[in-house]
């Protein structure tokens, strides 16, 4: 796996899930996921062209995200809605391996540059 493979992973992960939320709970928060995920998945293009400036998007967007995740969460934790609690860490696992996924492909691209 590369970090275009991951971002789309986590992208489709990011709408399908956040919407399968938003249907069941009808909460207008759970839609917040559903735009991260069409954002990373608009950035796919330029990380298959290895574009420095969309790649250090897609990273702040997914960070941004995975940050944001961990309220939807602890929430979940304290209804003790184990459906919830699943939802959410299911993003919240997609969006590590992406963070990991970039992270690797930054750490190669430096060794490659010297």
Do not use: D, Q
């Not at 709970?25 to 574009?51: H, M, Q, R």
Request: charged residues 15%.
């Amino acid at each position: 796996m590369n970090s275009l493979k991951a971002n789309v992973l986590n992208s489709i992960c990011l709408i399908s899930v956040g919407l399968w939320g938003y249907l069941e709970s009808s909460s207008g928060t759970a839609i917040i996921p559903v735009v991260f995920g069409c954002a990373l998945l608009f950035c796919a293009p330029g990380l298959k062209k290895e574009n420095k400036v969309i790649a250090h998007i897609a990273v702040l967007l997914t960070f941004i995200c995975l940050i944001g995740l961990f309220m939807p969460l602890k929430g979940a934790i304290g209804r003790e809605e184990t459906i919830g609690i699943v939802r959410v860490s299911v993003m919240i696992l997609t969006s590590i391996t992406a963070m990991v996924y970039f992270i690797k492909s930054f750490i190669a691209n430096r060794k490659a540059k010297k």
